[in-house]
């Protein structure tokens, strides 16, 4: 099956810091999407991305983050200055097609971020 | 505002025995309900997708059902395997997939 990669597994940063999420979304997806997963918390929806362009974005997904899609095939979570509440795993989804409401939406593995 | 109820929270259960998984949802509009099973430390993977027309979903030895009159959903395991130990997690979604509303999910042990 195919499958959505985000790197690096791990990152741990100082507090103020600025970090890189990236992610390969599956490679004929179209629509992109961050979720976050504090520790014991239930995944909280970040941001939605489609034709280049932010569709959809939580109350969390404030002036510090940014979603980018640079080439044709990452897709990154930039923080700006790090806090300490931003340590959670991050995670990249994907799917296929816009306006599908049963479209199987895929997960990548997650990146853990600690902010120390 | 929109909640999404599982329950229960946790659950311990017998390799080889079946069990029911069960939520809630406040979510309006409704779009669709999935649920997915969460590994430790792993992203979430999919197992059912139910819009508002379906009643029933198989997938192998996953079974969901929805009510949408009642606005319940439950997904019940059959012939559970040790490697069914995860979360299980309900996502109901409004009119975009990707801004969904999460449950807290039920943590499944199967023991042997």
């Known amino acids: 099956e195919p499958e959505v990669t985000q790197t690096p597994s791990h990152q741990v940063t100082q507090m103020g810091q600025e970090v890189i999420l990236r992610c390969v979304p599956i490679s004929n997806h179209l629509y992109f999407y961050w979720y976050r997963q504090i520790l014991g918390q239930k995944v909280e929806f970040l941001v939605s991305f489609y034709n280049n362009e932010i569709s959809e974005k939580s109350e969390i997904f404030d002036d510090q983050f940014s979603v980018e899609r640079p080439d044709g095939s990452n897709f990154t979570l930039k923080i700006r200055s790090t806090k300490l509440e931003d340590s959670a795993m991050y995670f990249c989804?994907?799917?296929?097609?816009?306006?599908?409401?049963?479209?199987?939406?895929?997960f990548g593995s997650g990146t853990q971020l600690s902010v120390l | 505002k929109n909640q999404v109820e599982q329950s229960p929270q946790s659950l311990i259960i017998l390799e080889g025995k079946n069990c029911t998984l069960q939520c809630n949802y406040t979510v309006s509009p409704f779009s669709n309900l999935r649920w997915y099973k969460q590994d430790t430390g792993r992203g979430p993977v999919s197992l059912t997708i139910?819009?508002?027309?379906?009643n029933t979903k198989s997938n192998g030895r996953y079974t969901a059902t929805l009510d949408a009159d009642t606005k319940q959903s439950s997904l019940h395991i059959t012939a559970s395997q040790l490697s069914d130990s995860a979360s299980y997690i309900c996502v109901v979604s409004g009119t975009n997939a990707g801004k969904s509303t999460f449950g807290d999910g039920t943590t499944l042990t199967v023991k042997p």
């Open positions: 139910m819009t508002f027309s379906e």
């Open positions: 989804a994907s799917r296929r097609a816009p306006g599908q409401h049963n479209e199987k939406l895929f």
